[in-house]
Every structure is written in structure tokens, then in C-alpha cells.
């Protein structure tokens, strides 16, 4: 027994001299069977890419952009080089004068700054279908504005795409009130894994309703696998809330990250990713955003595309932070509890309504408040119910409803036309103005008017007719209060 145990000091000092020698560590050359390539990707070829992107603007999303800056951080950390990382934010957050700490971005009560150092690849209206779109693609004459940074990948290389947003059925929101539809994404990857620019892609969404982003139209055979916040069918949910059990620090009024993405990136955060899964970050991030289980303030976390790749670790995508080496991921120490959430839809309300309570009475400042608050609501109802009207014009008040809010069986796309649903939607704008980011939320009924047959004319001149009335009830209800 001696000798054994002698025989493996041995064993160790030459495997410590050879890592010296290669300037790596003794562990890279003692591994597992399940620690190597196969099921870790520790012996990655090829270089790692990513896209951050948050597709909002305005102090009281905050946290989207809040939720970029500590993905960016865990990527620097986990030793991705800037020249491969790709950034969207509209930058807006950092100094706004709503911000109580100057300069500084933070995802977590207790967290510290998540900015400093994020690269500025396109900000403002750059932020757009466009060029997120070019980008993937490796593009570069297809931007315009910004760095002019593109996933340039080869054949060798690993993809990772993590977009942050207001969401509906079918579409992500961008700060310029355009929408990127499923399908233009869904076609985007196609022809990205045709170019053979890429050997795994795996792409993160926080949106609501983020899973008919993939439902039914991503293919299992392109080397992409995606998890969203949602199934296709319900809201995501910001976190660390005013209100909830840990609030934001005193002064932001705002919430700070969203459930789903709080939770990858904050298992992400502690753990050696070598030892951790895609699959099982999948399940750890599952039972948090579904607040353990209850779905009481939280969704249902979804995965699509290729599901053998969530066999890979999360180091081949995301690299992993060399001060976590020692901490090999287990479940009884994946992540700390649910704390409280907010449906993503009703986030900016909490802002508003914090800024309105917190006025002092008879104040500009409270007057203020309350006509922000009042305009939201406001134009909240507007949209809630020329859609009521609309179905009721198209198929009658007791069809309408049924028509509009009807949900195709797991595993269908949204929408038979999505060219069809693009001009639904332009023609009710065009007639009662933008849907916005809570009126994507309609973006089902849309899909489903054009599932039934209906002409781009018939809608415009009913979204016409409808939009006429709700406005006019909500000038003469304006007078009237008064």
C-alpha cells in the first residue's frame, strides 16, 4: 500500500513538471472519463463568440441592460477576448439622471458595478433588426454604424447568443419600435449553419412569451440549442424588485434583472462551468424561475433545437472563471432561493408608480409622476381594447374573443404567413400607432386574424374604425377628469 501511495506522489510531481513546462495546470492533465472532451469540452477547438443584446431602452428597463453588462463580465472572466464578444446596449442606463449611482450598473441588491469595461459595439439606434442580424450572420457590409464588430467564425468555432427583452408572441422588441420576427431569426441561424461558419450555437432568451420564438420553427438538425425564460404562451418576470423579499437599494425604483437570466448568470458565477452542463444548468435555472416548482410568480423555462448538444459544458461556450476551479458544480449547491418577481409586462408600472409615491404632495415633480402613470395606463388601455373591438368586427362579439386569443397545439409555429403578420401589424399601427412593448402581447391575435384569412385591407379599415372609437372615449374620459 505504501508503495502504491508512493507511486502516485510520483505520478503527481512529474504531472505538475510537464504542466509547468507546457504553462498550464496539473489538474488539465488528470481528468475523469466525464471531465474530457466528450462531455466537458475541455478540449475545445476553435474560438469562442458571443452576442449580447439587449433590445430595450429607457431607465425603467433598466434591467435588461443591467442583465448584459454582468454577462459580459462573466464572459471577460471566463477568458473570452473582447475582439469576440459583440455588445448591443442602447446605453442610456449609466446616466440617465433616474440612476442613483452615476456611471455604474448593477444586476443584484448587493452586486457591484456590471459596466465598467463593457464594450460599446453598437449603442442608440444601431441597436436594431438589422445589424443584430448581420452580425450573426458575420456580415460586415450589412451594419451599419457601430464598431463594425461581426461573428467573423469558422468551422471549428463555438456561438453563444444571449438576448434581453420585452417579448410576444412570435417577436423581440428593439428600442427603435421594430420588432425581429421568429421566423427572420429561425432563417438568420439556417443560413448561418449553411455557410458552415460555426460547429455548436446555443442561444439564451428572455422575453415573454420567448418560447413561440423557437416553437415549432427551429430545426433539430443545425447545431443550435436555445433555452428561454417562457413557454410560448406566458410573460417572463423581472427580479430584485421594489417590493420583493430583496429589493433594490434605496433610490433605484427600478427592478434589476430578470428571473431567468439572474439565474444562469448567477450559477455561472460560482461554479468551475468545466464540471457543468448545458442540460444542467438548464434544470437548476428551470426550478428557479419556476419559483421552485409553483410557477407562482415564474414560467416555465423551455429548450429547443438540438437537444444532444446540452450535453456539452458550459466552458466551451462561456469559458469558466479560474477562481472557481475548486468549485465543482452540484445541485445542493447550484443557486440561492427565489426571492420575488414581477411580471416583465408590469415592470415599468412598478417604476412609475415609485417615482409618483415618492414625489412630494403638490410638487411639479408628483404632477409629473402621475400624468407618466396615467399616459401608460392610458395607452395600456387603448390597445386592450381596439383588439377587442377589432375581433369583434372581424368574426362578432361572441366569436371575436375566441378567435384572437386561441393558442395552436405545442409544436406549431405562431403563424402560417409570417409575411401576412408583418402587414396585420403595420396596418394597425398605421391606423391606431405603435403596439409598443406591452401591446406585443397581442402579437397572437395578429397571427391568428392571418390564420383565418383575413386581407391586409379588411384590417386596416377596421383597425381604422376601432382605433377612431377608443380614442375618442379616452379624450372625452380625459375631459371629464378634468
Partial sequence: MARVRCLFLVIVQLLVMVAAVAGGRWQDFLRLPSEHSGAGGEAAVGTRWAVLIAGSNGYYNY??????????????????????????????????????????????????????????????????????????????????????????SGPDDHIFVYYTDHGGPGVLGMPTDEYLYAKDLVETLKKKHAAGTYKSLVFYLEACESGSIFEGLLPSDINVYATTAANAEESSWGTYCPGDEQPPPP???????????????????????????????????????????????????????DLGQNAQSLYTFIGTNPANDNATFGRGNALRRFSGAVNQRDADLVYFWQKYRKSAEGTPEKAEARKRLLRVMTRRSQVDSSMEL???????????????????????????????????????????GSLAQYGMKHMRSFANICNAGVREDAMAKVASQACAVVHSASAVASLVEQ
Wanted: with cysteine; proline share 4%; net charge negative.
Fill in 390 to 432: 377589432i375581433g369583434g368586427l372581424l368574426f362578432g362579439s361572441e366569436e371575436g374573443g375566441r378567435v384572437l386569443n386561441a393558442v395552436r397545439p405545442a409544436g406549431q409555429p405562431l403563424a402560417d404567413d409570417w409575411g401576412c403578420l408583418k402587414s396585420m401589424v403595420r396596418a394597425y399601427e398605421e391606423q391606431c
Fill in 63 to 152: 434591467r435588461h441592460q443591467a442583465d448584459v453588462c454582468h454577462a459580459y463580465q462573466i464572459l471577460k472572466k471566463g477568458g473570452l477576448k473582447d475582439e469576440n464578444v459583440i455588445v448591443f446596449m442602447y446605453d442610456d442606463i449609466a446616466g440617465s439622471p433616474d440612476n442613483p449611482r452615476p456611471g455604474v450598473i448593477i444586476n443584484q441588491p448587493e452586486g457591484g458595478d456590471v459596466y465598467a469595461g463593457v464594450p460599446k459595439d453598437y449603442t442608440g439606434e444601431d441597436v436594431n433588426v438589422k445589424n443584430f442580424l448581420a452580425v450573426l450572420l458575420g456580415d460586415k457590409s450589412g451594419v451599419t454604424g457601430g464598431s463594425g464588430k461581426v461573428v467573423a
Fill in 251 to 305: 433610490g433605484f425604483d427600478t427592478c434589476l434583472g430578470d428571473l431567468y437570466s439572474v439565474a444562469w448568470m448567477e450559477d455561472s458565477d460560482v461554479h468551475n462551468l468545466r464540471t457543468e452542463s448545458l442540460k444542467q444548468q438548464y434544470e437548476v435555472v428551470k426550478e428557479r424561475t419556476s419559483a421552485h416548482a409553483t410557477y407562482n410568480l415564474g414560467s416555465h423555462v423551455m429548450q429547443y433545437g
